[in-house]
């Protein structure tokens, strides 16, 4: 390259370019074209230096947007508009590189180097741009033809050439990368392997895994029931730890197949062996390029989406500026294949508490789905739904001898839609539940709900189901969770466990161990109280209680849902509640501990002074008139006037009850005692069905604002008004906000000692001494001071 010389412009007129000699048919390429600035710049304008990182941030004003933190972009100011002029230049050249002409993002590169160097000199600082902006050079100047020259700088001048065009292809790659046109083809082959299922590689697992799932209650448990008993026993005079039931069922598997013959250990051997060449010969299957058609596939398919959906939900809204909505609606096969809708959601309300779609108007969106759902219905036959069900043999579809207990909701009754979304705004019609398998809580399709309610299963996702000693499965002992990986690492494919024939109990116990999963998973979590966050880590404990529990905890959750999570203002009658509630109380409601119970025998539901006895007199004492208590039953008319129970939500309404059960699943929960057991579970079962009553019975608001909002509402307002007051009368506004905060605090204590004096006087326990009484309104304490008040 020639050393540059550049001519001088008469002070004050606007900066010019001097004419580009035309190019002939035989132009070089732009690679071989030596780049000649001699001719094409006036004197290099005047630069400014761009501030940002060298002097101390200015103060923000009220109103103004953040500025980005960091070090700012080399390509800003006139820079920026320079490159951005180019945008579709870049897409198109891109879009040929993409189709097998490499040389086309090149050559773009190459030229908008020339141009860059043409307009901005070869001395132009990161930090540094034109003071004045001038016309950008056209693009035959850089494929002009010139003598090449020797300088000095020519080897500088090369290099800064070539540095300037590898940053230039970074930005537009950086800025301008996502937008191309082959990318939707990318997007397409990732939304198809995404979304299609395809379970991860099934692994071989462990020996004694395969040994102990097939063989364990045949030739295990036994022994170890009698040696865990044994040191349950030990640990009471000991005082030691009891070692946890995994760890011993561990241990005495592994003896029991040391003790095995080397003839038998073979046959388990090549049973391991098969089961995984079985998973193994699925999974290649499932790579295939065939599109998904099984009903297991199609319903793998529809799990793992809840993953992608509502982040490419989310990206459709930010990059639109839109609300977006996606319904997805068909048969759903974990459902028995009836139809029902999914949705996900992206975009709140204004206001205080801001709402997605589903929630901001429930019966509406009911309606929608309503619709949806019969639209579906004349899309896909009754053969195609029947079909697409899984986890129930076709040939048996129409033999249910066990019909849903009363109270569930299906995907077919329209109207009947749970509330709708979720912190992660995904919603199903009534099944809002998931599954994670033994992976853990994973993206789902809904938020809770029942296992078999409208709009079908959640989505299930997260891990696959192999027996890890993680998941409380033992040595391989029963499976959980479905697809992926399968039980004991040795089945694959979604809800097969791989073991062959005779594996039928297997995928009935992982089935049922994927709808309890479900129905314990919830997307919401964001959006609870910490009360009914430290309550759901409670009822945890109850994840081995069996289904029924499970379904009466989603319920409540369900139940809290459709009040948008509020404590509510209404509290549960005190009389005849069991004394072991006021304890609690007066303990700080530690969910956390066990033994509520006590020394009262738990008795039966006919034994007076009984645990159980005690708690159906009082959950019958807060029953409607409509409904009859007779031979320890009580009646399920079609017509209850739940007025008085759809309110009872937050920590001091339905949730007390749910406690009790707790406490009481603590002792009986087990299954020790069958008799017992049994007892309780008809409680839970009793509680579900009021539970989804209330929730369908259209006395919850659709437009959910709890107490503690309308407050923090009039609050608001009365601020502004107050705002707007002094700066009408000249005075500052922050002194009137400080005087109204003031006076709220009083309003709020004179209220406090208002219903205080007009509640009823609850239970009350006199203390040792027999001095004074305590009066139930069942706040939290959440420190030493308040316990202290709460007992004086």
């Known amino acids: 390259?020639?050393?540059?010389?550049?001519?001088?412009?008469?002070?004050?007129?606007?900066?010019?370019?001097?004419?580009?000699?035309?190019?002939?048919?035989?132009?070089?390429?732009?690679?071989?074209?030596?780049?000649?600035?001699?001719?094409?710049?006036?004197?290099?304008?005047?630069?400014?230096?761009?501030?940002?990182?060298?002097?101390?941030?200015?103060?923000?004003?009220?109103?103004?947007?953040?500025?980005?933190?960091?070090?700012?972009?080399?390509?800003?100011?006139?820079?920026?508009?320079?490159?951005?002029?180019?945008?579709?230049?870049?897409?198109?050249?891109?879009?040929?590189?993409?189709?097998?002409?490499?040389?086309?993002?090149?050559?773009?590169?190459?030229?908008?180097?020339?141009?860059?160097?043409?307009?901005?000199?070869?001395?132009?600082?990161?930090?540094?741009?034109?003071?004045?902006?001038?016309?950008?050079?056209?693009?035959?100047?850089?494929?002009?033809?010139?003598?090449?020259?020797?300088?000095?700088?020519?080897?500088?001048?090369?290099?800064?050439?070539?540095?300037?065009?590898?940053?230039?292809?970074?930005?537009?790659?950086?800025?301008?990368?996502?937008?191309?046109?082959?990318?939707?083809?990318?997007?397409?082959?990732?939304?198809?392997?995404?979304?299609?299922?395809?379970?991860?590689?099934?692994?071989?697992?462990?020996?004694?895994?395969?040994?102990?799932?097939?063989?364990?209650?045949?030739?295990?448990?036994?022994?170890?029931?009698?040696?865990?008993?044994?040191?349950?026993?030990?640990?009471?005079?000991?005082?030691?730890?009891?070692?946890?039931?995994?760890?011993?069922?561990?241990?005495?598997?592994?003896?029991?197949?040391?003790?095995?013959?080397?003839?038998?250990?073979?046959?388990?051997?090549?049973?391991?062996?098969?089961?995984?060449?079985?998973?193994?010969?699925?999974?290649?299957?499932?790579?295939?390029?065939?599109?998904?058609?099984?009903?297991?596939?199609?319903?793998?398919?529809?799990?793992?989406?809840?993953?992608?959906?509502?982040?490419?939900?989310?990206?459709?809204?930010?990059?639109?500026?839109?609300?977006?909505?996606?319904?997805?609606?068909?048969?759903?096969?974990?459902?028995?294949?009836?139809?029902?809708?999914?949705?996900?959601?992206?975009?709140?309300?204004?206001?205080?508490?801001?709402?997605?779609?589903?929630?901001?108007?429930?019966?509406?969106?009911?309606?929608?789905?309503?619709?949806?759902?019969?639209?579906?219905?004349?899309?896909?036959?009754?053969?195609?739904?029947?079909?697409?069900?899984?986890?129930?043999?076709?040939?048996?579809?129409?033999?249910?001898?066990?019909?849903?207990?009363?109270?569930?909701?299906?995907?077919?009754?329209?109207?009947?839609?749970?509330?709708?979304?979720?912190?992660?705004?995904?919603?199903?019609?009534?099944?809002?539940?998931?599954?994670?398998?033994?992976?853990?809580?994973?993206?789902?399709?809904?938020?809770?709900g029942d296992d078999d309610g409208a709009g079908g299963d959640g989505a299930t996702a997260g891990g696959g189901g192999a027996d890890d000693d993680s998941t409380g499965n033992g040595a391989g002992a029963g499976s959980s969770g479905g697809g992926g990986a399968g039980s004991g690492g040795g089945a694959g494919g979604a809800g097969g466990d791989g073991g062959g024939e005779g594996n039928e109990d297997n995928i009935l116990e992982r089935a049922m161990r994927n709808r309890i999963d479900r129905l314990w998973a919830r997307t919401d979590r964001a959006e609870w109280t910490s009360e009914l966050v430290r309550a759901h880590a409670a009822f945890a404990r109850g994840r081995e209680w069996g289904i029924e529990w499970a379904r009466c905890v989603s319920a409540f959750f369900d139940f809290e849902s459709a009040h948008g999570y509020n404590d509510g203002s209404e509290q549960m009658p005190t009389e005849g509640r069991p004394k072991a509630f006021l304890e609690w109380l007066i303990r700080g409601r530690e969910w956390d501990r066990f033994g509520m119970v006590g020394s009262m025998p738990i008795g039966t539901q006919n034994e007076e002074g009984s645990w159980v006895a005690g708690w159906w007199a009082y959950w019958v004492s807060l029953q409607p008139a409509e409904r009859v208590y007779t031979g320890g039953v009580l009646s399920r008319p079609q017509k209850v006037d739940w007025s008085g129970l759809a309110q009872l939500n937050g920590k001091n309404g339905l949730l007390q009850v749910m406690a009790l059960l707790l406490w009481w699943g603590d002792y009986v929960g087990d299954g020790e005692d069958v008799f017992q057991y049994v007892d309780w579970k008809r409680a839970v079962e009793e509680v579900t069905w009021v539970l989804r009553e209330l929730e369908t019975s259209g006395l919850i608001s659709g437009e959910v604002v709890g107490l503690k909002r309308k407050r923090a509402r009039t609050k608001a307002a009365k601020a502004a008004e107050a705002a707007e007051a002094a700066e009408a009368a000249g005075e500052p506004a922050s002194k009137v906000l400080r005087r109204s905060a003031r006076h709220d605090h009083a309003d709020e204590g004179r209220q406090t000692r208002s219903r205080q004096k007009a509640a009823t006087p609850g239970e009350k326990e006199k203390d040792g001494k027999g001095k004074g009484a305590k009066r139930d309104t069942d706040p939290t304490p959440t420190s030493a001071s308040d316990e202290d008040d709460e007992q004086k």
């Open 1 to 448: 390259m020639a050393e540059i010389s550049r001519t001088t412009t008469p002070p004050g007129s606007p900066p010019t370019r001097c004419s580009v000699p035309p190019i002939g048919d035989g132009a070089p390429l732009l690679d071989q074209v030596p780049l000649d600035l001699e001719n094409l710049l006036p004197m290099p304008p005047a630069v400014v230096t761009s501030q940002k990182g060298t002097v101390p941030r200015p103060r923000r004003k009220k109103g103004e947007d953040k500025e980005a933190r960091g070090k700012e972009s080399w390509v800003h100011g006139t820079k920026l508009k320079f490159f951005e002029a180019r945008k579709s230049e870049y897409l198109v050249a891109a879009e040929k590189g993409a189709n097998g002409d490499k040389a086309a993002p090149g050559a773009f590169y190459t030229k908008m180097a020339r141009l860059y160097i043409i307009k901005y000199g070869y001395n132009l600082k990161d930090n540094e741009d034109l003071a004045v902006d001038v016309a950008d050079p056209p693009d035959e100047a850089a494929n002009t033809v010139v003598n090449k020259k020797s300088s000095a700088d020519s080897e500088k001048e090369a290099q800064y050439h070539k540095t300037m065009r590898g940053r230039i292809g970074e930005w537009y790659r950086r800025k301008y990368g996502g937008l191309l046109k082959t990318d939707k083809a990318a997007f397409q082959e990732l939304f198809t392997g995404v979304f299609d299922g395809a379970p991860a590689k099934p692994q071989r697992g462990q020996l004694l895994h395969c040994y102990s799932r097939h063989f364990f209650e045949a030739r295990v448990k036994e022994r170890f029931d009698a040696r865990y008993e044994s040191l349950k026993r030990r640990a009471e005079f000991t005082e030691e730890a009891v070692p946890k039931s995994i760890v011993v069922q561990n241990q005495v598997t592994k003896e029991v197949w040391e003790e095995e013959t080397p003839a038998f250990r073979e046959d388990v051997r090549a049973l391991w062996e098969r089961e995984y060449q079985q998973a193994l010969k699925g999974w290649k299957a499932s790579l295939a390029d065939s599109p998904t058609r099984t009903p297991e596939e199609l319903a793998a398919s529809l799990e793992n989406a809840a993953y992608y959906l509502q982040p490419f939900v989310d990206a459709i809204s930010e990059r639109f500026g839109m609300v977006a909505s996606l319904l997805l609606c068909g048969p759903i096969g974990r459902n028995q294949g009836v139809v029902g809708m999914q949705s996900v959601h992206a975009g709140e309300t204004r206001g205080i508490a801001p709402m997605k779609w589903p929630q901001w108007n429930k019966a509406r969106f009911q309606e929608v789905e309503s619709r949806m759902i019969e639209f579906g219905r004349e899309c896909f036959s009754e053969e195609q739904c029947r079909a697409r069900a899984v986890g129930v043999p076709v040939a048996h579809f129409d033999k249910d001898t066990s019909p849903p207990a009363a109270g569930t909701r299906t995907s077919s009754a329209p109207g009947t839609a749970g509330p709708g979304t979720s912190a992660s705004h995904v919603a199903g019609t009534s099944s809002r539940g998931t599954s994670s398998g033994a992976g853990g809580d994973g993206a789902a399709v809904g938020e809770g």
